[in-house]
Every structure is written in C-alpha cells, then in structure tokens.
C-alpha cells in the first residue's frame, strides 16, 4: 500500500557512519526501501524531521558497551508521513498519511516478560533507532505500524521530534520517581536537551525545581521553565551546601541526573534527605557511580536507572506537549549540519535541542 498520488523517490540524502569513530559522510544516493520489499507490519515514512541526541553521538564515537550496527544511520527523533505500508499488514494502527513518530525503541516483541509488563525498552528483541536498525538521519525511514507514535494535529513536527526520546525518558523517570507534589527534585544537566525538558515536566507535577548546569544561557532558560533554584556548578564550590539551603537544610526529595557525565551523580547522595531517591537518567559510556553504602543505608536512599520510555510513555509524554503544557526549546538546522551538531555536544555547548530540518538543504 502507498500514498497514490505521491511518488517515493529510489534514492535520498542520508547521514553514514561507515565504522565506529569514523567520519560521518551526507550522501545523497543512498537507496530507498521500495513500498514492495517492505514486509507484513513496517511501513515507510517521509521525515519532516529529526531531532539529534546525544546517544546519537555515542552511536557515532562507539564509545557505549554495546555496540552499534555498522554502517550506521542514526537518529531517533524523527517525524513525518507514513507514505507505505507493507503488504498484508493486518490491523494496522496508522494508516497511509498519517504524521507519526520514530523514537529509540523502533520495536520489541510484545509478548516477552519484559513486553508484558510494559518495560518494552528492556525486551531482548527490542530494535533501537539509529542504533541496531537505521534511524532518522535520513529522507525516508523504514519503522514499525505498531511502534510508531501518532502525533496529534497541531503540534509541529520540529517541535513534536525531541519529546520522542529526551521528553519521554525524561517523563517516565519522573513518574518512577516516588514524588508527590510540592516536594524538591534537583536536576544536574538542567540546560540541556533532557534537562530542559525535566524542568518542565517536574513543574507540571508540581514539584519545585532546582536545577544545575552552567553558562547565562542555560540559567537564563532554566528560570523561564520554572526553575526555584540556580546553581552554575563552575561558580558555586559548594553545591551540597547550597542544595541544602533551600531546602531547609534537610536535603532534596529526589535528583533526576539527566548529565552525560558521572560529575552529576557524585554528591547526589549527600544533598538528597533521607528517604531520597537517585534517579540515573543520562547515558555516559564509560563513567561509573560511586555512592558511600553507608550514607546510602543510613538515609534510606534508592538509586533508580530508567531508561527511554515504553509506547504509552510516548503518547502521554506528546499529549502533554500537544496541549502547550511542555515546548522543546531548540532550533533547526539542515541535515548537513550533523557534524557541527555533534561538535557543539561534545563541547556542551548546544542549549536545549538541535532539529534537522529535512526540507533545509
Ligand atoms: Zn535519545
Ligand atoms: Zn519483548
């Protein structure tokens, strides 16, 4: 099945990877899945849009423990039309025309433990975007009908693409988070793709907010979301002590690390109170989290991972950025740009979230 009166062209412009810290190369002649060797259950979609990661960098490096599918196109935000659909697709979801999301997980099997208790994310089975199957640096991308996301009329698609991964990772770990309204949440990375967005988030659940990251910039951004509490973490030597001083010396409810790096968990456990909960949220490579046992089991802390989101994480995550509750804060960029953009990750330098803009050339 295709869009009948559009026509799917046999090459595009797309971003490769050829091997693991290698250069990343823009061709322009890479083929394109024909609508006839998609199989029962994937569908073809025309990208408005995608938005870029930070995983995608790792995925461009190889610096994660598992690694990438080579040669690889990354990219796991993306957005645009179902223009196929595979033959013999039986109750599809989507159908032809409809705007849908790519996010990480790009399947898993549905019926596995893992599947069944809704931690799709974790299936054995799951096909990450832009990861072990090609993602959404490209034109047009081969997804699943029961993996993409419907995004709701009126949301953009450039504004829609980064809640896929940061919105939603971000979103489900504040929901495992154990807070309730009016409790404080601390958030290193706070100025960046995810912690711009936890910001947000956090405040709809109504918990007050301190946020730590560095630069004007970012402050300037972070208190326009909604952030109580500033703490540049290049100024201020003594972050525990400031964290404990606005919250009446006992200490944060919880800390969502959303920082590419290990500096934002080590002093997590000391500004946390009792009863506290770590949430790992960021995906470094390498870096490792060291935590004293003993203050951990004398203040009852739990440390939480949480990874991406699940499908119905997705949807709640985009209804609420429909609604104009949550707005990522990001530019556009063609898709040629993709090195620089990886450049100013590297250096910390982007605030909030780049979007490739596919029409952009
Ligand atoms: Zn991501
Ligand atoms: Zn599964």
Redesign the pocket.
């Known amino acids: 099945m295709m869009l009948t009166d559009y026509i799917i062209p046999q090459t595009q412009i797309a971003a490769i990877i050829e091997e693991a810290g290698g250069d990343l190369q823009i061709r322009k002649d890479h083929p394109v899945k024909s609508p006839e060797e998609l199989a029962p259950g994937e569908c073809l979609v025309k990208l408005d849009c995608s938005g870029a990661?930070?995983?995608d960098l790792h995925a461009a490096i190889g610096d994660w423990p598992v690694p990438p599918r080579l040669p690889l196109i990354g990219g796991?935000?993306g957005v645009g039309i179902v223009v196929a659909i595979g033959k013999n697709t039986v109750e599809s979801p989507v159908k032809l025309g409809d705007r849908v999301g790519i996010k990480?997980i790009a399947n898993s099997c549905l019926n596995c433990e893992q599947c069944r208790k809704g931690r799709e994310q974790n299936c054995v089975k799951a096909l990450c975007s832009g990861y072990t199957v090609d993602g959404t640096f490209q034109e047009y991308v081969v997804s699943y009908v029961n993996y993409v996301t419907p995004i709701p009329e009126g949301l953009p698609s450039d504004a829609a693409a980064s809640i896929l991964?940061?919105g939603v990772t971000v979103y489900r770990a504040l929901k495992s988070s154990q807070t309730s309204a009016g409790d404080w949440i601390v958030i290193p990375g706070a100025g960046g793709g995810l912690g711009h967005l936890a910001v947000q988030y956090a405040r709809i659940r109504g918990l007050r907010v301190i946020a730590i990251d560095t630069g004007a910039e970012k402050k300037n951004l972070c208190l326009k979301l909604g952030a109580e509490k500033w703490i540049d973490f290049k100024e201020n030597k003594d972050i525990v002590k400031e964290v404990r001083e606005v919250t009446d010396g006992l200490g944060a409810h919880s800390v969502l690390v959303t920082a590419s790096s290990s500096e934002g968990y080590e002093q997590a456990i000391e500004y946390l109170r009792p009863g506290g909960i770590l949430m790992c949220n960021g995906l470094p490579g390498s870096a490792t989290l060291s935590a004293s046992v003993f203050f951990t089991v004398f203040k009852s802390i739990t440390i939480c991972g949480s990874y991406v989101g699940n499908r119905q994480d997705a949807l709640e995550a985009i209804d609420i950025a429909a609604r104009g509750l949550v707005k990522v804060h990001f530019v556009n960029r063609p898709l040629a740009d993709l090195k620089d953009v990886y450049n100013g990750m590297m250096n910390g330098t982007i605030v909030g979230r780049v979007v490739l803009d596919m029409s952009k050339k």
Do not use: D, V
């Open positions: 990661c930070h995983s796991h935000e990480w991964c940061a």
